[in-house]
């Protein structure tokens, strides 16, 4: 999308597979063990299919993937457990490999004492050689004796089960009915009451919804299911917040959730958002102008914008494949960048990535010199290579000049 402002001849940029760095979605989530003096930790890791290489045999399409999981503790150098897992993916169409929609996802759970821990997923494509490794900090509460709030887990079709195939895949963008979330309470004071609040907050920090449940503690660990109402997500990003309360104390988890937009049914509240990102691809003159224009004038001049450089022959009206890569690219910048209350898009990172797409090799490591950790994002088709640095370990990657890291 680089330069899409200034020539109608641009095209999107191809999500092929056979590039050094693969495009992964992965969440883990801390639940409450089945002992008394542990936790759980689930990894969940998703892939497109469209992000995979296959390889076709006797009219039927392979791709092969390698997962490794692990842990260590945060102050220690070795990790205290590894666990290599193969995937293999067989299907007869060559659609099929091309769908965004169909995922090839691997879960895997652990029972480890409270404390803090480095949660370790690595996986790579065995026929392209694509990989990625992917590691966070965590921290696993004691459910038993303080208070503490699990990681909620949303489900679509059941309130009484957290089984896999209940539970919403972490690319699935289309919210059109109510769901719920599942969580555990846990260090709990017995016949005292408690408070959990939930809150949807959309873009720019816009408080869309909240209420407070409460409830009166029978047991030291509880499970709830709390309804969400569909309805008022925000179309891109919503962030929902969950708050524990009893008596003093107070815990507070989170969740992120991205919502796709509809091309043939595309609203002038989806244009707004659409056109704060376009900064990115337009000069300022023509982005200030097109921002300024009232709601009916600006949707005209959006849908004109794009129509242009629809690089389709015979363009449809409900099917632009530049601007469906632009909302996409979008969406995947708040899944993998968003950190606190920011937006992925809002990013330096997300920057980047909407103007270059995803980038050929990430190198990660942390600096010698300043002990913070970095990212180099490097675009070898284009000769272009950009750093990140989160100075202050928050997950907030700023890019910065030069090599010094």
Not at 96 to 123: C, D, F, S, W
Not at 168 to 195: C, E, H, K, W
Not at 245 to 267: C, F, L, Y
Request: proline share 5%.
């Amino acid at each position: 999308l680089a330069g899409c402002g200034a020539s109608s001849e641009v095209k999107p940029k191809t999500r092929h597979t056979g590039k050094k760095q693969l495009m992964i979605y992965s969440r883990i989530l801390r639940l409450p063990g089945e002992g008394r003096e542990t936790g759980k930790v689930l990894f969940w890791v998703e892939i497109p299919y469209s992000h995979l290489t296959f390889y076709r045999k006797d009219s039927i399409y392979t791709a092969e993937v390698d997962f490794t999981f692990g842990f260590r503790k945060a102050d220690a150098e070795q990790f205290d457990y590894l666990k290599d897992e193969y995937a293999k993916i067989e299907v007869e169409k060559f659609a099929e490999t091309r769908n965004p929609q169909k995922l090839l996802i691997r879960t895997r759970e652990l029972e480890l004492p409270p404390g803090n821990y480095v949660m370790h997923i690595a996986a790579e494509d065995r026929h392209s050689g694509a990989s990625v490794i992917s590691e966070s900090v965590l921290d696993v509460p004691d459910f038993s004796s303080t208070l503490a709030l699990s990681d909620p887990v949303l489900v679509a079709d059941s309130l009484h089960s957290i089984d896999e195939n209940n539970r919403i895949s972490l690319t699935t963008r289309q919210f059109t009915r109510d769901f719920y979330a599942f969580v555990y309470a846990g260090g709990l004071q017995n016949d005292l009451p408690f408070f959990i609040s939930v809150q949807m907050v959309g873009t720019g920090d816009a408080v869309l919804y909240a209420k407070k449940y409460r409830y009166q503690a029978v047991a030291p660990r509880v499970s709830i299911v709390l309804p969400i109402p569909a309805r008022h997500l925000s179309v891109g990003y919503t962030r929902i917040f969950f708050t524990l309360s009893q008596g003093e104390e107070k815990v507070v988890r989170d969740i992120v959730i991205t919502s796709s937009i509809n091309m043939g049914t595309i609203e002038s509240q989806d244009i707004s958002l659409l056109i704060e990102a376009m900064r990115y691809i337009m000069n300022k003159d023509d982005w200030e102008a097109l921002r300024s224009l009232p709601a009916d004038s600006q949707k005209t001049a959006f849908l004109e914008f794009w129509r242009k450089r629809n690089p389709e022959k015979e363009p449809d009206p409900d099917h632009n494949p530049l601007l469906e890569e632009f909302i996409n690219r979008i969406e995947e910048s708040n899944l993998r960048f968003s950190y606190d209350s920011k937006e992925g898009w809002r990013t330096d990172r997300g920057h980047i990535y909407i103007v270059y797409g995803p980038p050929d090799e990430i190198q990660r490591g942390r600096s010698y010199r300043s002990n913070v950790f970095y990212e180099v994002w490097n675009y070898y088709e284009l000769g272009r290579q950009f750093y990140f640095r989160d100075d202050y370990n928050s997950g907030n990657y700023r890019l910065v000049t030069g090599r010094f890291l």
